[in-house]
Structure formats: C-alpha cells, structure tokens
C-alpha cells in the first residue's frame, strides 16, 4: 500500500490546511466537496444510529458558552498539556510528545519535575533551531473571549466537549424524555482544543467535530443493557488492563467474554459493541481496531471505568476512535454543587443523581480511519472502497458523449435517482477519464447513458470494485440499485454483463 | 391565533434559552429534541437543494480563524453597531434600536452624532433604570480569541459569516470544479456575532447558523441564468428600491417581470424565487413573504443589488430570512490584494476575477418562521401543520396498550419504516395522549398497531390535520405512506376510512 492519503485528499478536494492564502494555521482544515459529504454521511450513520436504535434524545447547544460550566467540570483548572517554549526562538514544542518522539518513552501522565529531568539528562534540544528549551510549565487549552459589551462583558469559552453542554439543560431533558431512565442524549457538533504545536492533519485539530451520547442511568437498576444479547457473540480484539499491567498482548475475546470475565460492564461492552459496527458501516476496517481499557493511573479520576476503540494507522500508528467511560454522577454532582439547581431525580421514592455512561466519538478521526481503510490500489488504478452509506456520492451518472442529446437523457436519470433518495452526482467528458475520477471519489457506482438507451430502455452499470459492467433497464434502476446496496441482489445478476 | 410560539417551545423541546442553571445569557438558545430534528431538515432541505439541483460543491470550513480574512473582508474595521452604555448602571443599548422602539423610526444608517442628538432631543433614559445614557460610540461584533501558545500567538476571530471562509479556498474550488464557470459552492456552519442586547429569541443570536451559497460568475458571460424559465412565471409580492423611494407600496409582479421590468437580473430573481420554494417546503407561509429590494444608501457599497425575502411574524415583525445580493469582484479582489494570491481565472484567454452573486440564509429564523407559520389552532387542539420532509418526525408508531404483545409488534412496524428512510419515533402510553403530543410536535403521521393488527395485517394510520384514520395494511405502509408524502396519493384513499 503506497497510496498517500494526505495528497490524494488534497488532489481531489477531500480536504486540505485551512487559510492556505494567509499562511496555514496549525490545527485546522478544510472539508472539500467529497470530504464534506463524507464527513455528514459519517455523522448521519452516528445520528441515526442512536437516534432510532439507541433511543437517545438529538440536541444542538452553542459552541460558546460563559466559563462557568467549565468552572463546574475541571477544565479551567486541569485541561492542560505541558508546553516548552525554546528560549532561543519561541517555537512551542508539547512536552510529553518529544519525550515520546525521542525517547520512544511513553510520558503520559509525568509530572512537570520528571520531564524536565529527562530533557535536561538527554539533552534535548528545540527541534527547529536547535536551541535551548525553557522549564515545561502547564498550558490551559480552552480557547477563551469576551461575551457582551462594556462592562456588561463575561467569559466566553468556546466547549472542549459537547459533554457539558448536554449536561447543562439535563433537567429540561428529563422532563422531556418523561422522567425515566435510562435515557440517553446525542449531540453532534464542533469542539475546540488549543492545541500547543499540532502537526498531525485530521488527527489533531484545534477545531474538530465530535459526537458524544450520554445514557443516564440509576446505577442499581440498569445494570444489565437491554440489547445487549445481539451483541455478546461479536468477536473482539481487547487489551485490558490487567493485561498491560503484566506488559501481555491483545487477545481475542467475545463481547459477552468480556462482561462475563467481569473486565467491564454490558452497558461499556455493548457500546464498544456498537461502535465497532458503526466503524465498519463507514468502511473502516474492523482488523485494524482493538478495544484498549485505561490503565488505573491514566483514568480520570471521577471514572469508574474508561475504554477506547484504536485504528491502527499506516501514517499514525494507534489513534483512538471513540472513548466509552462511566462517569459515575460526577458531572451532574458537580453542575449542581456549582450551579445550586438540583440534579437529582426521583424514580419510585429512591433519590438520586444519575450515573452516566459516555460514548465520546471523534468525526475527523474516524473520516481519516475510513480513507486509509478504503484506499485500494489495483495496478494503476487507485480507488477507494467506501460502502454505499458512507461514500461522498453513491451513484455518477454520465452520458456517453456530450452531445446527441445524451446529456439532457442522463440529466434525467440524474433526476429520477435524486428523487428516490440516492446521493447521485452528473458529470461528463471522456468516460474512462470519467471512471478514473469517481474511483478515486469512491463513488460505487456510475450509470452510462448511451445511443442504446433510447432503444433498449437501459443503461450501462459499472461496479466500482471489480469494474464489472451489466445492463440495467433506465427504470428498474432505483429498485436495482437499492437491491444491490442493501446486499439483496449479487452485482452480477443485476442485468447482462458486458464485461469483466 | 393566540399560540405562544416560545411557551410551546420550551414546554416541548424545540428550543429554550442555553445555560439556562447558571442564568441565561442573552442571544445563545439550545435546541432540544424536536427543534434540532427540526433545524437538521431544513438544513437538508436547503443542502439538497442546491447540491442537486443548483450543482453547488458543498465544503465545510473551520469556524475560527485567524484575523487576516476579516481584515480584508472590512469586517475588523466596519463589522460594528452602535452601543450606549448606562452611565447609572452599566447597561448596553443598541443606539438605532432604541430610537427605533421609542421614536418608532427607520434609524438604520444614522450617524453617532445625529443619534446623540436624537437620544437627548427626546430625553431618552436607559430602559432598564432610567440612568443617563452615555455617548454612543462603534462597538466591533466579532468576537476574538488567541490561537496558540506563548509567543507563536496569533489573534484569533469566530466568523461573522461563512462566506470569507468560502471565499478563501476559492482556488482549489474552481481546480476541482474543473475550471469552469458558473460555478456554486455551499456552506452551512455556525456563525457569530457579539450582538450588544439581544432579547429576541430565535431572531437575535450571538451564536447562530447558515447556510451560504456562492455563485462564482464571469459577468460579461453569466447574464442569463439557465434555469430561469423555470421559476419566470411564478407570482411574488415585490418592494423594489424605486417604490419605496416614493413611499409605494408592495405589488405582485411576477419573476420574469421583475427582469423585464429591469428591477434586477435573471440570477437574482431565480435566486429569490427558488429561495421562496423551499421555504414553502419548510412550512412557511408564503402569503407572509415578499422580496424587497435595498434602498441605494441601504446596501453595502460593493454590492452593486442586494435583496431580502422577509417573513411577516406575528412576534417580531418583518424579519430577514435570505438575504441574495451581487458582490461584484469585491471579495476576490480584497482576498486578491491582501494575500498576494492571485484569484484572477483565465477563461478562453479573458483573464478576469470572477464576480460573485450570493444567496445567505438565516437557519435559525426559519426555523422560527415554519413553527410561527405552521402553530395551528383547532377547537382545544395545538398542532404544528409542519409539512413532512420538514417535520421533526414524519411518523410516529404506538401499541393501542402496553400489554399482550402489542408494544413488540409496533417496535417490528416502527423498525420496518425506519429501514425505509423515513423519520420516525415509538412512543407508548394513552392513546389519546399520544395523539396530543404528536399534534404538538408536528408530526404529520401516527400509526396505531392494536388487537386486530394480528389477524387483518393491518394498522391504523391518523392524520394530523383532520384528524381523519384509515385502515391500512401492514406491509403496504412504507409505499402508502410515500406516496401520500409526496402527493400521488390522497389521505383518505389510502384505506377503509375510520373515522372523519
């Protein structure tokens, strides 16, 4: 596999570094057109997902928020990295992260005293002039401003996490979802990170998109999850902690072997469960994920118990995915300690505050994951095999010539398969050069209307994985196609096949 | 009509002010379960419009940036209102605004001095102590933020539109438009701005969406719009710049006439037009929409036309839902010069920076504008006449009891519309109840699966705006329901009627 991601994005308008005209910024980019229609068919897989299977209420809250909340949950006193600033010119280098790079040491977690030791005993310089580094002091990553005029003016912070902003209005959402629980909560949308020196494309941005569901609960009664028997038989790769506390490896496990060996809960096991289902709807490929538990000292301290799902990838090595933790009642503890509103519930006379479960995607992450993934490379011809429900377009419809009134025939094939609700896209030109574009999109299928189609009432089928051709009926298609999509139908026994 | 659109609002989840534990602050509103349902249809209303049939390039750019853009865009000098603080209290007032309110005149425009002297002429006090005001002074709307760490420290700038951000990667869109044009491009994001006082919900945000279309044009090719004489004999009511320059008032013309009539141009009124269209699929009422044109010393003074659709609310007044203007080559060309970049495209040898015609939407008031439209009132009854590609569900599924197998046997109907693409959501409880939340939510379909479901393979399927229910069977509801949606088919012969 030589396919480089980053170059085939930016070629063909996947995306790209913001701001390029002024000198790019670090830390963020740009959704071209195909990157931006993957990205919301990525989010639509997750919405729907826990929408209509999960159950969970959809909410949108502001990015920018007064400080309090963050007050409330630690990040104006903890959501730190250790930066080191060269005394010589200014460059910012994160801390942990050139230890990691130099030392292939994993610092996590060490403190300001330790790092500087190490630094200093390896003689660690800065990385673009070579200069002396300063002391590694803790660096606050919350992107602040001013809300208001004058003196009226308060804090803004733009969210960390969508978290917080779904556990603010949790009273309005439990009388929503009717005073019950479980009930859970999805939110889709933009997060910020100010980042000390962020160098890793879609893997590190200062602004990324998230989309985290949170399920409370009454942590005596839900103990078992409802579905959780669909589930129990996948086979995982799992490393937990117990594991790497004796430095052991990855071994294969069931979902319910997992729950049973009491590594975890059915509730975290079965959202790790789902998630993995998700990654593969978007054509991520499930032999490069593991599940990974934390370790007690890498765990926030107020979770019981914390997993991520990993890729492997070529470029970046382990990435996490998504993150799945149960945060106990400490988020809505502490926005009724600092906000005086109560948070507590009464379900049959037995008060509480609610535990939650969090599953915490990145969408960049798993948009980068599911172009690695896909990328195929098959002689010259380079293509990406995402499926149907994740692909930017599903269908390309092309005419054979641009002229003869072909073009306006295949418009309206172009119009018939928009109205049945595929995402279809119309271009023309030469059609091999026409093929070649739409694999490199990843579209899985293209349609070519042709001098036939007028007579024979059909169209030419092109499958984009196995470049198999069939002739399909104009007005069969839809039906065709859904078929095929839905794994309903072989590609081979849509129509005649007119080549291999 | 007496329906509180902000009571029923909150009390149903579409949207209530954010923050709401640690008090409120003006001009950020979360949307809850239904509202957010809602805003994510019109947003793929508008998305799918203009990417199917507008064959816009859709693209999604970081929201915060660095200051550059907003300097040549103007916005760091001249993105401002005029602010007059309390010199008793400290309270902020929106200077045009308050004239406005008390003096009820057109104040848009005015100068500081002229507005002082109207504030003192008229012995206007601060509206929330009664305090003299101070003097009124430029108050800059962007809100500022730092990106990075230590000493590599940029100004960062939320944007207060998502077209600079469009504007910027203009070169790699026109590369992979392929050269040519016109050529479209869509965004939809948030956007910000630090209003000083704002009190009207909905209408006024500091944190707010769009959706943006820029069509990119060579003016001396482009005139003509290919899809003009689709939309040329649609009838809108009209306020151009002459008339209310001579005080007129509105008239209905239709699209072509306002063209031949060399009120503005092709793209323009096809702009506006298919603008009315899909707000007429959100469920706004089209008798309370006009176009009006800006006056000449109303309009930015690069735009060479600019226009509005407004929406007459019942709350608020006229209010701006679009706005579409000609931006000539005035934004390119700042990029152009204050980048260094070259943003000229050369076309069969004529070399020129391409002009730009813009169509902006509001999401937010919208959004408004289709509940203030579609609030019904029918004796006792409250219901939202939202229509159904716009409505927050399309369906809803119950079991007549939660006993005896039934709740299982509507899960199966509600999982089999679900596959099918429609919207839907399960629900359980009184029937009567149920119908009542529904109505509320807007919810255009309920289905009813009880004893006889089993043996005649049927279900009950209610429509909200009469009330009337038929008798449908079970497996034919995904074809019945789609053709009803989309008008093949009327309500009432959909099957054995119930009951009027």
Same mark, same amino acid.
């Given at each position: 596999m030589t396919i480089n991601i980053m170059d085939i994005a930016k070629r063909r308008g996947f995306f790209w570094p913001s701001f390029e005209i002024y000198g790019s910024v670090g830390g963020f980019y740009t959704y071209g057109p195909l990157g931006s229609l993957l990205k919301l068919r990525i989010e639509k897989l997750i919405r729907d997902h826990y929408i209509t299977k999960e159950h969970c209420l959809n909410i949108e809250a502001p990015i920018l928020t007064p400080e309090d909340p963050w007050i409330a949950s630690g990040h104006v006193e903890s959501f730190t990295d250790m930066n080191m600033e060269c005394t010589k010119c200014g460059e910012p280098h994160r801390a942990d992260h050139l230890l990691e790079e130099k030392l +292939?040491?994993?610092?996590?977690?060490? #403190?300001l005293n330790k790092i500087l030791a190490k630094i200093r005993e390896n003689k660690i310089k800065c990385t673009k002039c070579g200069g002396e580094l300063g002391e590694p002091y803790d660096y606050n990553m919350m992107f602040k401003t001013s809300i208001g005029p004058g003196k009226n003016k308060i804090t803004g912070c733009l969210r960390p996490e969508t978290a917080q902003t779904t556990y603010m209005p949790f009273r309005r959402l439990f009388e929503l979802g009717? +005073? +019950?629980?479980p009930m859970g909560v999805i939110q889709i949308g933009r997060s910020y990170r100010n980042e000390? #020196?962020?160098?890793q494309g879609l893997i590190r941005l200062r602004e990324f998109s998230q989309a985290e569901a949170q399920f409370f609960m009454d942590p005596k009664a839900d103990?078992?999850? $409802?579905?959780f028997g669909r589930v129990k038989n996948m086979k995982v790769r799992v490393l937990t902690k117990g594991t790497q506390a004796k430095n052991g490896k990855e071994t294969e496990m069931t979902i319910g072997g997992i729950v049973a060996k009491k590594h975890t809960t059915e509730w975290i096991s079965y959202l790790l469960a789902t998630s993995l289902e998700l990654f593969e709807k978007m054509g991520?490929? $499930? +032999?490069r994920l593991r599940l990974r538990q934390h370790k007690d000292d890498e765990r @926030?301290?107020? #979770? @019981?118990d914390t997993w991520d799902v990993e890729f492997m990838s070529d470029t970046f090595g382990k990435i996490e995915l998504v993150g799945v933790a149960a945060r106990t009642d400490y988020d809505l503890g502490r926005h009724q300690e600092f906000s005086k509103q109560k948070m507590e519930v009464n379900i049959d006379g037995n008060i509480f505050i609610p535990h939650v479960v969090e599953v915490a995607y990145g969408i960049d992450r798993p948009v980068y994951a599911a172009m690695e993934s896909s990328a195929k490379k098959d002689g010259d011809r380079v293509y990406f095999s995402f499926p149907p429900e994740a692909s930017p377009y599903q269908i390309a419809v092309f005419p054979l010539v641009k002229k003869d009134g072909l073009p306006e025939k295949a418009m309206k094939v172009y119009d018939m398969l928009n109205d049945a609700g595929f995402y279809v896209l119309y271009d023309q030109g030469f059609i091999g050069k026409l093929y070649y574009r739409q694999d490199e999109a990843g579209t899985p299928f293209c349609v070519t209307v042709d001098y036939e189609t007028a007579s024979d009432k059909s169209v030419t089928l092109r499958n984009r994985d196995d470049q198999m051709q069939v002739r399909v009926k104009t007005d069969a298609l839809p039906d065709v196609l859904k078929k095929i999509m839905t794994g309903k139908l072989q590609f081979r026994k849509a129509g005649k096949v007119l080549k291999k």
């Amino acid at each position: 596999m030589t396919i480089n991601i980053m170059d085939i994005a930016k070629r063909r308008g996947f995306f790209w570094p913001s701001f390029e005209i002024y000198g790019s910024v670090g830390g963020f980019y740009t959704y071209g057109p195909l990157g931006s229609l993957l990205k919301l068919r990525i989010e639509k897989l997750i919405r729907d997902h826990y929408i209509t299977k999960e159950h969970c209420l959809n909410i949108e809250a502001p990015i920018l928020t007064p400080e309090d909340p963050w007050i409330a949950s630690g990040h104006v006193e903890s959501f730190t990295d250790m930066n080191m600033e060269c005394t010589k010119c200014g460059e910012p280098h994160r801390a942990d992260h050139l230890l990691e790079e130099k030392l +292939k040491i994993d610092a996590e977690g060490m #403190s300001l005293n330790k790092i500087l030791a190490k630094i200093r005993e390896n003689k660690i310089k800065c990385t673009k002039c070579g200069g002396e580094l300063g002391e590694p002091y803790d660096y606050n990553m919350m992107f602040k401003t001013s809300i208001g005029p004058g003196k009226n003016k308060i804090t803004g912070c733009l969210r960390p996490e969508t978290a917080q902003t779904t556990y603010m209005p949790f009273r309005r959402l439990f009388e929503l979802g009717r +005073k +019950k629980l479980p009930m859970g909560v999805i939110q889709i949308g933009r997060s910020y990170r100010n980042e000390i #020196s962020p160098r890793q494309g879609l893997i590190r941005l200062r602004e990324f998109s998230q989309a985290e569901a949170q399920f409370f609960m009454d942590p005596k009664a839900d103990t078992r999850h $409802p579905r959780f028997g669909r589930v129990k038989n996948m086979k995982v790769r799992v490393l937990t902690k117990g594991t790497q506390a004796k430095n052991g490896k990855e071994t294969e496990m069931t979902i319910g072997g997992i729950v049973a060996k009491k590594h975890t809960t059915e509730w975290i096991s079965y959202l790790l469960a789902t998630s993995l289902e998700l990654f593969e709807k978007m054509g991520i490929d $499930p +032999k490069r994920l593991r599940l990974r538990q934390h370790k007690d000292d890498e765990r @926030s301290f107020y #979770s @019981s118990d914390t997993w991520d799902v990993e890729f492997m990838s070529d470029t970046f090595g382990k990435i996490e995915l998504v993150g799945v933790a149960a945060r106990t009642d400490y988020d809505l503890g502490r926005h009724q300690e600092f906000s005086k509103q109560k948070m507590e519930v009464n379900i049959d006379g037995n008060i509480f505050i609610p535990h939650v479960v969090e599953v915490a995607y990145g969408i960049d992450r798993p948009v980068y994951a599911a172009m690695e993934s896909s990328a195929k490379k098959d002689g010259d011809r380079v293509y990406f095999s995402f499926p149907p429900e994740a692909s930017p377009y599903q269908i390309a419809v092309f005419p054979l010539v641009k002229k003869d009134g072909l073009p306006e025939k295949a418009m309206k094939v172009y119009d018939m398969l928009n109205d049945a609700g595929f995402y279809v896209l119309y271009d023309q030109g030469f059609i091999g050069k026409l093929y070649y574009r739409q694999d490199e999109a990843g579209t899985p299928f293209c349609v070519t209307v042709d001098y036939e189609t007028a007579s024979d009432k059909s169209v030419t089928l092109r499958n984009r994985d196995d470049q198999m051709q069939v002739r399909v009926k104009t007005d069969a298609l839809p039906d065709v196609l859904k078929k095929i999509m839905t794994g309903k139908l072989q590609f081979r026994k849509a129509g005649k096949v007119l080549k291999k």
